[in-house]
């Protein structure tokens, strides 16, 4: 999976983990075996550091030198310049940091240095070792994270050791919550803890211990004690019960801490006089030495060959067993994490699409719920009729009491200019009763509260979060244009009201034509109406005005449901922005899972 290109789509906790994970598993492809040094301060450990490198790689003196970890290994060639070289990064160095620099110098794949700067060696002398090791902070954000010296080394320090000289305990470095402590206990193939007769172990040496038993459990342990002779005037055989009583102690810490040190695995040794040993600048000057002191450090030099190489001896029988057995314990536990990373974020992403899903149906439901409103719920034409039938009912009687005499005479004309101006009256009536019932404009702007109004009411509790559903909705006017000109059309003045040629109208012949048009447009009573007013227009237009208002109501909804997949959609994008990479890294995790199973049956088999 990390070799394709799918590998992006996954998290970077993730695929960081499954880089972390095969780094750990294929760390027995290289022989590189690490040992931590770790001590209180001024416990010695510096100093065995140097003794072991068979050079001066840690500062040594009185105040704290250890302030930062140095992995120290044997230099490829003896003739030419160890090195030391520094490992910067951008602010505080990460556990990542440290792992990559490790996986680096193991020359394991995948450790991409880009977030590392490596910077250039420097020759391995006293001025840059106290530089370096005092640059705590550099310019702008930089921080040494590492560094790397090569020295000469002996019978220990062999191609493949790589030693590390952590800071003391209880130094100003000593806060075991910094990144280079845990990335380098998780690493360690094997610990060595100085102690001295003067430094005491504390609680800071108790916690490192227990982040030991959390982190890296199966790593063994050596024990060095640096005792000193200071209690000069006693005999030997005091000075060496107290030395006992210090390592039983010691002992008894380790045990409470269900750490199992074997008695081949402790030391004892003055790395003082093994240090003055080897220092021969002051041997010739009998002001500074005295002569018969000489024996006694050279009887200690050869103590520390022999530790030395009793060390050698061991990691050369054991080492390739305890690189093998730290490489498949820090492996299941790499993959343990990885396991459970993998599983976090799996029910992070069920829990995702659970709701994904959950929300879906929510709003396919809501869209489901969203109905039509009937256009008689919006506006019932029927209502009105009575009102209308009342007025029509009053039309001709008024128009003939006004304008017609009874004992007048009226030419045809004028009798069907009286029938014209009837007609128009029952139609300008009918078209102003009309516009006042029915107001297209108000209309058309209450009907989308009334969506709102209903679809507010079916909102559900877990939908209720979402604003935009609450918002009015919009649409754009329907025309209705209502024909009135067809009222004049029913009654054919001129072939209803022939031409008289030689004589004219009575008024009350001419009533009698205007009952006619009564009768065709209007009816016979309020109580039994008929004619075409009544019984086709007003049926025509309730008709047209239903299928408007269905126009109307079918946009609303439309509008509606627009708004509710405009939420849908956005609030499903909130929660999975992406549902075929979602779906796709659901199949990579199971994939993961499923690989890291049979692996961890393989391994639990053998």
Sequence with gaps: ???????????????DQCKRLLCRSQEWRSKAFFVIVVGPVKSGKSTFVNLLAHEKVSPTHFLECTVRPSIISRKSDESKDSLITPFLTEGDPSIEHVDTIIDYIKGLPYADLSNVKKEDPCVLNDVNLDKIHSALDLTGKSKIALTAITAKGGKFLQDDIYMI???????????LNESFYKAIVDRADLVVFVQSSNSAINKISEDFCK??????????????????????????????????????????????????????????????????ARDSSFMGDSTKFLSEYKDALMKEEECFVQLEHKLHEKLSSSQNKMRLLNC????????????AILSNR?????????????INGLFTELITATKLIEPSAIFNISDTLPQLITLLACIRQQYCDRSIGKEQKYN???????????IRNYRETTESFINNVFNTKAIQLGVPLKYNTSFIQNIPDELKKFN??????????????????????????????????????KGAEVVELMADIENALFGL??????????????????????????????????????????????????????????????????????????????????
């Design 412 to 422: 045809t004309n004028i009798t069907r200019e009286k029938a014209r101006e009837l």
């Design 328 to 339: 498949i314990n820090r492996t299941i536990h790499e993959t343990r994490i990885l396991e």
């Design 1 to 15: 999976i990390l070799n394709s290109t799918e590998s992006k789509s996954l998290p970077a906790v993730i695929s």
């Design 468 to 505: 935009i559903l609450y918002d009015t909705v919009s649409i754009e006017q329907e025309p209705i244009e209502i024909n009135y000109i067809q009222i004049n059309d029913v009654y054919d003045v001129d072939k209803n009201i022939p031409r008289l040629v030689f004589r004219t109208r």
């Design 346 to 358: 799996k029910d992070e992403l069920t829990s995702k699409k659970e709701e994904y899903d959950s």
């Design 211 to 276: 982040m030991i038993m959390e982190r890296n459990d199966s790593v063994p342990i050596y024990f060095v004690h640096n005792y000193f002779d200071s209690a000069y005037w006693h005999t030997k055989e005091e000075r060496d019960r107290v030395t006992d009583g210090h390592i039983q102690k010691a002992m008894e810490f380790f045990n409470e801490h269900k750490f199992s040190v074997n008695s081949g695995d402790i030391f004892r040794i003055n790395l003082g006089k093994v240090t003055d």
């Design 525 to 606: 009573s309020i109580e039994n109406p008929c004619g075409y007013i009544p019984l086709h227009f007003f049926e025509n237009l309730k008709k047209e005005i239903e299928e408007w208002l269905s126009n109307i109501s079918q946009k609303c909804r439309q509008a509606t449901i627009n708004k509710i997949e405009k939420a849908k959609t956005k609030a499903l994008l909130d929660i999975i922005p992406n549902l075929t990479s979602h779906e796709k890294e659901m199949k990579q995790i199971d994939c993961l899972l499923k690989g890291i199973y049979e692996i961890t049956n393989k391994i639990n088999m053998r």
């Design 165 to 175: 000289d952590m800071p003391g305990f209880d130094g100003v470095m000593a806060n």
